[in-house]
T-cell receptor
């Protein structure tokens, strides 16, 4: 069956521009997670959704970051006015219940 | 204190040896524990999950959990060069914390042939 799909796989943007990252979870998975991984570092929790609501947004680094989920399916992570420190791989994961998580291949974001 | 701590390594072991990877966590009410493997440039993949004290074995992998010591480990028997990767420990807190899964920074394992 299809796994977690993320798009784009790579995104290069200029500092100050807005970007949208998309995640299509595995069908039927109620929980969806966003993590950030900087080069050579671990996974940094950003936000998770249970259905369409986000019980925990504690990891969003600043108000430039926002995320939404619709139809208990697709989620978008939006970064406004991107900065160079936003450069990282953004990983999405989903699960049918509480963890374990199934990860997508990530979006590699480069801010120039 | 970080919520989930791992030695960054690298941990180098010869082919055929046992690799022992360790993880400690700070939240005493944590209930669920996971080990993920991440190859360079790839996304994490689940290897093992463990929920109760003791050992859980799956093929060459054994996860060990000691909630009193807030310690979880992963043993890899008969290590192979293909096991060379970063191993991430992940912890889910108690039910009142929702379903947030916190990851350690990972331990780099190198298996030398």
């Amino acid at each position: 069956g299809a796994g977690v799909s993320q798009s784009p796989s790579n995104k290069v943007t200029e500092k100050g521009k807005d970007v949208e990252l998309r995640c299509d979870p595995i069908s039927g998975h109620t929980a969806l997670y966003w993590y950030r991984q900087r080069l050579g570092q671990g996974l940094e929790f950003l936000i998770y959704f249970q259905g369409n609501s986000a019980p925990d947004k504690s990891g969003l680094p600043s108000d430039r970051f926002s995320a939404e989920r619709t139809g208990e399916s697709v989620s978008t992570l939006t970064i406004q006015r991107t900065q160079q420190e936003d450069s990282a791989v953004y990983l999405c994961a989903s699960s049918p219940h509480p963890p374990p998580l199934h990860f997508g291949n990530g979006t590699r974001l480069t801010v120039t | 204190q970080k919520e989930v701590e791992q030695n960054s390594g690298p941990l180098s072991v010869p082919e055929g040896a046992i690799a022992s990877l360790n993880c400690t966590y700070s939240d005493r009410v944590s209930q669920s524990f996971f080990w993920y493997r991440q190859y360079s440039g790839k996304s994490p993949e689940l290897i093992m999950s463990i929920y109760s004290n003791g050992d859980k074995e799956d093929g060459r992998f054994t996860a060990q959990l000691n909630k009193a010591s807030q310690y979880v480990s992963l043993l890899i028997r008969d290590s192979q060069p293909s096991d060379s990767a970063t191993y991430l420990c992940a912890v889910k807190a108690g039910s009142n914390a929702g379903n947030k899964l916190v990851f350690g920074a990972g331990t780099i394992l190198r298996v030398k042939s």
